[in-house]
């Protein structure tokens, strides 16, 4: 037995490995930003490549994007490192999801790539960056991650970061007039993390959700140290 079959590790159907997804029934809302993404992923595999990259920046909707595609497929979800958990052998066959793609070890990566490439799988691969970026040591991954197909989801558009703060604020039973959904999407930045961080200074100021409170809230993220001198 090579040196490298001679550890034992556990198999798919062992492992218990996170996904993560929003809340179930939150819609995934379709926009320019993402419209390119959705039609790939909706047909794909689709015999182009066996081996396809989901790639945007934080909070551009990417990772719920694949996860529904996991879903649909019934793939199996890895996140990042966690893919050295898995033998790749166990693998073989079945549409994988490797969110987080980068941190994956380079040998953990290169068979995952290899096995899709093989026949009768397909890998997603989902990350910040396009992987003719990513940092890696093995020259034949190098040359595998620079065939592979790449499809870009861009920063949330107007249209979805209004349906993320609706969502955020929903998620906290506050509905707020829609002026100030528009006064929010007008001077936020494109980013999840950034609409949800709203929302939560707008919920722990105890009043009800106004353009005043909305400035209010967006001056002190700006500046935390003269929040109270509004």
């Known amino acids: 037995m090579p040196a490298q079959r001679a550890l ?7 492992l218990r490995l ?4 929003p809340l179930v029934g939150e819609a995934f809302v379709t926009s320019d930003s993402n419209a390119e993404a959705v039609r790939v992923l909706a047909g794909w ?5 066996s081996v ?13 994007l694949a996860a529904d595609w996991a879903e649909r497929l019934g793939a199996v979800p890895l ?8 033998d790749p052998l166990e693998l073989e066959g079945r549409p994988v999801l490797l969110d987080r793609a980068p941190d994956a070890d380079d040998e953990s990566l290169f068979h995952l790539i290899n096995l899709a490439n093989a026949g009768g799988g397909a890998l997603l691969l989902v990350s910040r960056s396009a992987p003719r970026r990513w940092s890696v040591a093995l020259p034949d991954l190098r040359s595998r991650l620079d065939a592979v197909r790449t499809v870009e989801i861009a920063a949330p558009d107007d249209l979805v970061l209004s349906a993320i703060l609706r969502a955020r ?20 930045d494109r980013s999840a993390d950034t609409a949800a961080t709203v929302v939560e200074r707008l919920d722990a100021l105890h009043r009800p959700v106004t353009r005043i409170l909305a400035r209010q809230a967006l001056d002190q993220m700006a500046d935390p140290t003269g929040a109270d001198n509004d």
């Open 8 to 14: 034992i590790r556990p198999t798919a159907q062992q």
């Open 18 to 21: 996170p996904l993560e997804r």
């Open 45 to 49: 595999p689709d015999g182009v490549g």
């Open 52 to 64: 396809l990259a989901l790639h945007g920046p934080a909070g551009s909707g990417k990772s719920r």
């Open 79 to 86: 996140n990042g490192a966690e893919a050295a958990l898995v």
């Open 169 to 188: 604020f929903a998620e906290r039973s506050i509905t707020p007039a829609e002026d100030v959904i528009d006064y929010l999407v007008r001077r936020l």
